[in-house]
């Protein structure tokens, strides 16, 4: 499988209350559709088009952001042929999830961060942070 483009086709972000109390963040990926595409660049693979929606909330009801989206990448003819047939009866392999979910979640997050810096919500995925060291002797220069 060779990812060819990524694109996001709808975003919405909505805040519906101020900050107050404690706040439950949650996200979650939806795939909603995987198609053949048509591609002259494309010879001796089949492009597939693999549709998704991430969201995240802020419970109780505070913000919402949503990220919709599709993955365009190409596999070879049996493996394309079997991922559509699984689909039909909304299943994916594990050896193609994965690797598209991971892809979907650091292209939604690097967004999602973004997204609520211009809402002033706090981040979904916590960033890294310095903290003293005990028992060490002060920098002096």
Not at 30 to 57: A, C, R, S, Y
Not at 80 to 86: G, H, N, W
């Given at each position: 499988?060779?990812?060819?483009?990524?694109?996001?086709?709808?975003?919405?972000?909505?805040?519906?209350?101020?900050?107050?109390?404690?706040?439950?963040?949650?996200?979650?990926?939806?795939?909603?559709?995987?198609?053949?595409?048509?591609l002259?660049?494309?010879?001796?693979?089949?492009?597939l088009?693999?549709?998704?929606?991430?969201?995240?909330?802020?419970?109780?009801?505070?913000?919402?952001?949503?990220?919709?989206?599709?993955?365009?990448?190409?596999?070879?003819?049996?493996?394309?042929?079997?991922?559509?047939?699984?689909?039909?009866?909304?299943?994916?392999?594990?050896?193609?999830?994965?690797?598209?979910?991971?892809?979907?979640?650091?292209?939604?997050?690097?967004?999602?961060?973004?997204?609520?810096?211009?809402?002033?919500?706090?981040?979904?995925?916590?960033?890294?942070?310095?903290?003293?060291?005990?028992n060490?002797?002060?920098?002096?220069?």
């Amino acid at each position: 499988m060779q990812i060819l483009g990524f694109n996001f086709e709808k975003i919405r972000e909505e805040r519906k209350a101020q900050l107050q109390g404690k706040l439950e963040i949650s996200s979650q990926i939806d795939v909603n559709d995987i198609i053949q595409e048509k591609l002259e660049i494309v010879k001796d693979q089949i492009p597939l088009k693999f549709g998704f929606d991430f969201t995240i909330k802020y419970k109780p009801d505070v913000a919402e952001v949503s990220l919709s989206g599709s993955i365009l990448f190409v596999t070879d003819k049996d493996k394309a042929k079997d991922i559509l047939k699984k689909w039909k009866n909304k299943k994916i392999d594990e050896d193609l999830k994965i690797p598209l979910f991971n892809f979907i979640m650091t292209k939604c997050n690097l967004k999602a961060l973004q997204l609520e810096e211009e809402l002033t919500l706090p981040t979904h995925i916590p960033f890294p942070k310095l903290a003293p060291q005990q028992n060490q002797k002060p920098y002096t220069g």
